[in-house]
C-alpha cells in the first residue's frame, strides 16, 4: 500500500535562497546606473524552502524522484 510523502526541497524560483535579485535604474544616471536590491520571494515567502507531496510504495521511490530533498515526511 502506497503511503503519502511530503518532501521539503529548495524552492525553485529562488533556488533555496529564500531572495531574488532585482535590477533596478538608479535615479538620475539617465539609465546608464543600476542598482541590485533583494526582495523576498514570493513562491516560498522568503523560506527558501517549498513542500510537495504524493503517494510512494516506498521511500526509496521517493528519494529517487527527489534527490535533492532537505526532508521527507511519511504520512499515513
Known sequence: MADYVEIMVPCPECEGYGTLESQRPVENSEGKDYCITEIECDEC????????????????????????????????
Open 45 to 76: 515567502m522568503g523560506s527558501g524552502e517549498k513542500i510537495v507531496g504524493d503517494f510512494y510504495e516506498s521511500m526509496d521511490e521517493a528519494k529517487e524522484d527527489y534527490p535533492n530533498a532537505i526532508s521527507m515526511i511519511t504520512i499515513r
